[in-house]
């Protein structure tokens, strides 16, 4: 019904920077908070950053300062400007959405997930 499509992830070396943008798709009436979180080998996935809908974000303490979230509720769209990377940045960063459907059915929804690597 709802579809979350990563793009942006990579190979850089620290200090680069990447965007990571997420495009939700299908059955959407309203899309409530986006997030993004990570999952690096052999840890638990853990929240990088969150925005609500009017724009108020939330960051992960290892990452302010250095990510910024934002979303474009017109295209149904989150971001993540990821700035100074770092290797212990590298992990499986996967898109998060809470979104209500044409149905007026919530549903939790994540992205496939895409690869950041960074090189030291």
């Known amino acids: 019904q709802v579809q979350l499509v990563e793009s942006g992830g990579g190979l850089v070396q620290a200090g680069g920077s990447l965007r990571l943008s997420c495009a939700a798709s299908?059955?959407?009436?309203?899309?409530?908070?986006m997030g993004w979180y990570r999952q690096a080998p052999g840890k638990k996935r853990e929240l990088v950053a969150d925005i609500t809908v009017s724009g108020s974000t939330n960051y992960e303490d290892s990452v302010k300062d250095r990510f910024y979230i934002s979303r474009d509720n017109t295209k149904n769209t989150v971001y993540l400007q990821m700035n100074s990377l770092k290797p212990e940045d590298t992990a499986v960063y996967y898109c998060?959405?809470?979104?209500?459907?044409?149905?007026?059915?919530?549903?939790?929804?994540w992205g496939q997930g895409t690869l950041v690597t960074v090189s030291s």
């Open positions: 299908g059955s959407i009436f309203r899309i409530n908070a």
């Open positions: 998060n959405a809470g979104v209500t459907t044409t149905a007026r059915v919530y549903l939790e929804v």
